[in-house]
Each structure stands twice: as C-alpha cells, then as structure tokens.
Nanobody
Framework: VQLQASGGGSVQAGASLTLSCAASGIIFSSYVMAWFRQALGKKREFVAAISRSGGNGYYTDSVKGRFTISRDNAKNTVHLRMNSMKPEDSAVYYC????????????????WGQGTLVTVSS
C-alpha cells in the first residue's frame, strides 16, 4: 500500500494551494480518505475527510469554507483545495485511508502517506 502526497509549498497568506494524494495497492473506492496535518511541536490534527463515493465531505471548523476535499475514484486520487490560506495552516499535511468509519482520530486510519510541507507566510 502506498499513499503519495504532493503539492505542498510555500505561499503567502490569502493564497491557494491544492494537495494531491495518489493511492496504490488498495481498492481505493472502498476507503474513506482524509487529510491530517501536524505543525511543529503539535499533535497531528484532523483537517478533512471524504466518503467512499465522494458525496460527503467533513471538515474541522478552522478550515470550513476555505478548504475543499475531493476524490477521483477512477484515478485513485484525493485532493485538498486550500483557499484563503492563513499562517496557522502551516504544517506537514498527510493523507490517510481507512477501510471502516474514518473519523477525526488518527489512530482510526490504516494507511498513511509520507506528508507534504505547507508553509504560509504573513
């Protein structure tokens, strides 16, 4: 199983960025997919998750209205579109896959990508 995250970078506050995660070795459409992030010195936190069909997205309050999670089951990819970015969005972002209920707890997730660094300057 491999989850390959990409798309991180350095941007200024107010800018947009799209992260992508390509999955292999799993039946992608069977998995709830999510994005987590971990800032330096902090715990890993939930950002967004998307249902198997892609019909439902879930977000932590701090990103609602700014971030959008989407998936393409034909291409085994999940994306996180981040708009109106803030310095507090700076973190390493990880994609994760769970065969069951998903949720906001990192330990629920079976598989993890390697992370991609996002830095937002003010």
């Amino acid at each position: 199983v491999q989850l390959q995250a990409s798309g991180g970078g350095s941007v200024q506050a107010g800018a947009s960025l799209t992260l992508s995660c390509a999955a292999s070795g799993i039946i992608f459409s069977s998995y709830v997919m999510a994005w987590f992030r971990q800032a330096l010195g902090k715990k890993r936190e939930f950002v967004a998750a998307i249902s198997r069909s892609g019909g439902n997205g879930y977000y932590t309050d701090s990103v609602k209205g700014r971030f959008t999670i989407s998936r393409d089951n034909a291409k085994n990819t999940v994306h996180l579109r981040m708009n109106s970015m803030k310095p507090e969005d700076s973190a390493v972002y990880y994609c994760a896959a769970d065969l069951f209920a998903g949720g906001t707890t990192p330990s629920n997730y079976d598989h993890w990508g390697q992370g991609t660094l996002v830095t937002v300057s003010s």
